[in-house]
């Protein structure tokens, strides 16, 4: 027996090594992975976590392909469906973000309300939102590309226009706005509008998922009581380290972003209420492609719930750590 106990605490100590990539530079939207690593809850749950940021000179996805990481921040449910269309032995084991934060800004005396009137604007979009969330503009409402110009992520071109609408982030671009032009522009989360992408998901390779399946439920599951903690708790070591790696973010910055997260339900909405942050459905999944397959930007004929599973979600962990009121 003496020699067991002696053998507990050394075991107890043991922390399996994580190494998880985000898909950009660290900012608030990536709050919650680091409020876990930051406030030792990562550890807790037995991990010794690495984040490894993103940026536009980094492909995070390809070194969890190559086996050099071991889960990567997914952007939203299309990147799913394209690991299944590409044979890419991925899953998604997560989504930490109930609604896709892309939205459209207007200027305010515009009085723009639903989605069919950003028709008569021309609509500021990057290339990859032309080839996602514009294709279902089209097929849904009934868009034309004839009034589409490239955003080049400067927002000078939609300030100085009011017959404009600009893509952008419900937790980031309407602050770099106001910010830089004096108005508060308007805001359409085209995710109330029926573009029901999962966003910030969890991903990981399927043979961790078929041989460490305990390792992958104890990331998920410390990385949803991050999140809880960032979005409703003190959250100021996980905005410490953002900012250390991040020098453009500031404390008003990071304020907002977590204020919009909660307005608009981001994080925490929708079957996360009952399930917890993190949930996913098959429904909502079948849903998101259906249209997707509608708009012509997956094919049909893919077996997409091969990209995910709802092993290591909907458990309702960490629901308690959320406000009563």
Not at 199 to 211: C, F, G, H
Not at 259 to 272: C, L, P, T
């Amino acid at each position: 027996m003496s020699l067991l106990a002696a053998m507990v605490p050394a075991r107890a100590q043991t922390l399996d090594k994580v190494s998880f990539g985000t898909n950009w530079v660290a900012e608030g939207e990536h709050g919650g992975f680091f409020q876990a690593l930051a406030d030792g809850t990562y550890r807790k749950y037995g991990l010794d976590v690495t984040i490894v940021p993103g940026g536009p000179n980094e492909n995070n996805r390809m070194l969890l392909i190559a086996g050099k990481l071991d889960f990567f921040m997914s952007a939203n449910s299309l990147q799913t469906f394209d690991a299944v269309t590409n044979n890419v032995p991925l899953v998604a084991v997560a989504a930490m973000f109930q609604k896709d934060p892309q939205v459209f800004l207007t200027h305010p005396e515009l009085k723009v309300s639903k989605i069919e009137d950003l028709k008569p604007l021309t609509l500021l979009i990057s290339k990859e939102g032309i080839t996602s969330y514009f294709q279902w503009l089209k097929s849904e409402y009934g868009f034309s590309e004839s009034k589409v110009k490239p955003y080049t992520y400067n927002s000078q071109p939609f300030i100085v226009n009011k017959d404009t609408a600009m893509q952008g982030y419900v937790t980031s671009e309407p602050y770099a706005v106001e910010k830089a032009a004096g108005f508060k522009p308007n805001v359409l989360l085209l995710a109330d509008f029926g573009f029901n992408s999962y966003s910030t998901l969890i991903e990981t390779r399927r043979d961790i998922v078929d041989k460490k399946p305990d390792l992958v439920q104890r990331f998920v599951d410390a990385s949803i009581i991050g999140w809880y903690n960032y979005v409703y708790g003190d959250n100021s070591a996980g905005n410490a380290m953002i900012k250390k790696l991040n020098p453009e973010m500031n404390d008003e910055l990071l304020a907002y972003c977590v204020a919009k997260m909660r307005e608009y339900g981001i994080v925490d909405s929708g079957d996360s209420i009952k399930g917890g942050i993190g949930a996913m459905t098959d429904e909502r999944m079948a849903s998101f492609f259906d249209k997707m397959v509608r708009a012509g930007v997956v094919k049909s004929t893919i077996d997409y719930r091969q990209g995910f599973t709802l092993r290591f979600v909907n458990k309702a962990v960490g629901v308690e750590l959320r406000p009563k009121n």
